[in-house]
């Protein structure tokens, strides 16, 4: 177990609909800096590779009809000071990322990895190391509700945006918006993380 009895318990637990949605919306406005060419992998995971913690999370192109399959298009690792965006449908998934995903000391913390983690295999065989799903860590400790949405409503106070959630990851430019909500999604993973841990 990752987390405190004590610390867990300065959280609500659930949180409905009505109040989920009566918080403000917030979103991570730190920088971003996008990998989108085989040559920027080496000094970005250089730079995550300082790191103790970071927030993990993935996007994917959704499928619309029955049968349609898209690999995973961007994987997001939110640092201290910065998220760096991976785009995997344009430089693949390196052997420098997949190190710092297998590195055990440095801690992964993510929502629902039972199907990031499969997924990114399925581009390169890899061992995940360091990896915290906070849908299963938290449940133990007393929450009702897990995922994203409500996890960060009840953690940090304020409510995601979704509505990026279904574009396409594979767009040859990615716009503001959809680096905004990705970059978010694993920020909030970090900072849910730190909170729980009593760091900050």
Known sequence: MHFKQDIADRFEKEITQEQLESLSLNFYQGEIVVIDHPDQV??????LQSEDILGFDTETRPSFRKGEYHPIALIQVASASKVFLFRTNLIGF???????LENKQIIKAGIGLDNDLPELKKLHPFN????IDLN???PPLGFINTGAKKLTALILGFRLSKTKQTSNWEAFDLNQGQL???ATDAW???EIYLRLSGVS
Do not use: H, M, Q
């Open 136 to 138: 299963k860590e938290l």
């Open 94 to 100: 390196p052997e420098p990322i997949r190190k710092l």
């Open 42 to 47: 080496k000094s970005a995971v250089a730079d």
């Open 188 to 190: 909030v993973c970090r």
């Open 180 to 182: 905004t909500y990705a």
């Open 128 to 131: 995940p190391g360091g990896f």
